[in-house]
C-alpha cells in the first residue's frame, strides 16, 4: 500500500497470494474515511468485487474503472459515508 496523495491509497494486489488479497482489500476498504478513495491493482477483472460491495455495502462506495485489463486492471473505489455497512465486522460503522 502507499500512498499516491492526499485522501488516495493505492493497494496492488497482483504479487499478493490469492488467499490473503480479500482480506486485505476488505480491510483497506473497511478503514477507508468518507471521501477517501482505494486505487486498487489487480490481475482480472474485479467485478465480484464490484458485486460484492453493492450487496453487503449498498451505497458506501463508488467505484471507476481507470483501466481494464487485458492485463492490468485498475478501480477506484471512494468511500462515500462510514456506516450502515452489513459485513459483521464488528468495526461499529
Known amino acids: 500500500m502507499t ?14 497470494p490469492r488467499v490473503e488479497r480479500h482480506p486485505r482489500i476488505f480491510g483497506m476498504l473497511n478503514s477507508l474515511l468518507p471521501d477517501y478513495q482505494l486505487i486498487l491493482t489487480v490481475d482480472h477483472d474485479p467485478v465480484p468485487l464490484y458485486y460484492h460491495l453493492e450487496m453487503h455495502y449498498d451505497g458506501m462506495f463508488g467505484w471507476e474503472y481507470l483501466s481494464r485489463g487485458p492485463e492490468i486492471w485498475e478501480v477506484r473505489i471512494s468511500r462515500k459515508k462510514h456506516e450502515g455497512c452489513n459485513c459483521n465486522c464488528g468495526g461499529g460503522h
Not at 500512498?3 to 499478493?16: G, I, M, N, Q, S
Request: no cysteine; proline share 0%; charged share 45%.
Open 3 to 16: 500512498a499516491v496523495e492526499d485522501h488516495v491509497l493505492k493497494l496492488d494486489v497482483r504479487e499478493v
